[in-house]
């Protein structure tokens, strides 16, 4: 076998690696996003925040697609194989736009789905339902206290039914608080609502920055390795 067909293969072969290994790492950022979102769903009313982090593991199923194609091919020297392979990458970096566009869309709606939601559920906290689960959940897990901050605990029907006090998860770690309302040094008294809009942000971010990230790197892989490499077909 000539060696510059040698070489062309050894640079397929080393890009269906680096397409592999991105499709990794997309699977993990989109489970994280779908994670993170999952664990306070309580507070969230539109569902749709989700798209990006689904085509988000779909563009990663793609890549493990693209990556055996792109093997598969160079292994057999097919010219077909190849020029699919090229044609799925451009539908890749399609689908990539649209996660991103759909992430800085939802990215600023957050605010205002939480706004709502999350005012209905503490409304329902009783300490014995499933809106008090997640409550208790969401202030113990971001430390925090009430929608805006603790004193919101004093429009709520829990506060006027056990004398005056907040959730037991309002309290600060490690303190003797049993969520006494006028013992403000006991209790987290930031509000979850920022506290959580800001995690969920940031985990879009993230995720925004390894969809923009991601094409780059295959984009500057194949114009590096296009400069060693040499056709397979006269």
Same mark, same amino acid.
């Given at each position: 076998?000539?060696?510059?067909?040698?070489?062309?293969?050894? @640079? =397929?072969? *080393?890009?269906?690696?680096?397409?592999?290994? $991105?499709?990794?790492?997309? %699977?993990? /950022? #989109?489970?994280?996003?779908?994670?993170?979102?999952?664990?306070?769903?309580?507070?969230?009313?539109?569902?749709?925040?989700?798209?990006?982090?689904?085509?988000?593991?779909?563009?990663?199923? @793609? =890549?493990? *697609?693209?990556?055996l194609i792109g093997c598969c $091919?160079?292994?057999?020297? %097919?010219? /077909? #194989?190849?020029?699919?392979?090229?044609?799925?990458?451009?539908?890749?970096?399609?689908?990539?736009?649209?996660?991103?566009?759909?992430?800085?869309?939802?990215?600023?709606?957050?605010?205002?789905? =939480?706004?709502?939601?999350?005012?209905?559920?503490?409304?329902?906290?009783?300490?014995?339902?499933?809106?008090?689960?997640?409550?208790?959940?969401?202030?113990?897990?971001?430390?925090?206290?009430?929608?805006?901050?603790?004193?919101?605990?004093?429009?709520?029907?829990?506060?006027?039914?056990?004398?005056?006090?907040?959730?037991?998860?309002?309290?600060?770690?490690?303190?003797?608080?049993?969520?006494?309302?006028?013992?403000?040094?006991?209790?987290?008294?930031?509000?979850?609502?920022?506290?959580?809009?800001?995690?969920?942000?940031?985990?879009?971010?993230?995720?925004?920055?390894?969809?923009?990230?991601?094409?780059?790197?295959?984009?500057?892989?194949?114009?590096?390795?296009?400069?060693?490499?040499?056709?397979?077909?006269?």
């Amino acid at each position: 076998m000539d060696c510059g067909i040698l070489t062309s293969k050894s @640079v =397929l072969l *080393i890009l269906s690696l680096i397409f592999w290994a $991105a499709g990794a790492a997309l %699977s993990y /950022v #989109g489970a994280y996003v779908i994670k993170s979102y999952r664990t306070f769903d309580n507070f969230l009313e539109d569902k749709y925040t989700l798209i990006p982090a689904a085509i988000i593991i779909g563009v990663a199923v @793609v =890549l493990f *697609i693209i990556g055996l194609i792109g093997c598969c $091919a160079t292994l057999r020297e %097919s010219k /077909v #194989g190849l020029s699919f392979f090229m044609v799925i990458l451009l539908l890749v970096f399609a689908a990539e736009v649209a996660a991103f566009v759909f992430g800085f869309i939802y990215r600023g709606k957050i605010k205002g789905d =939480l706004e709502k939601s999350m005012s209905d559920v503490f409304q329902k906290y009783d300490g014995k339902n499933a809106e008090t689960a997640a409550v208790d959940y969401l202030q113990s897990q971001l430390q925090c206290c009430g929608v805006n901050n603790y004193t919101d605990w004093s429009s709520r029907p829990w506060f006027t039914s056990h004398n005056s006090t907040v959730p037991v998860s309002c309290c600060k770690a490690n303190s003797t608080c049993t969520g006494q309302f006028d013992k403000p040094e006991l209790l987290n008294v930031q509000g979850c609502e920022a506290k959580l809009e800001k995690l969920l942000q940031d985990v879009l971010s993230y995720a925004m920055l390894v969809i923009l990230v991601t094409p780059l790197i295959c984009v500057i892989t194949c114009r590096s390795g296009r400069n060693e490499y040499q056709p397979l077909y006269a």
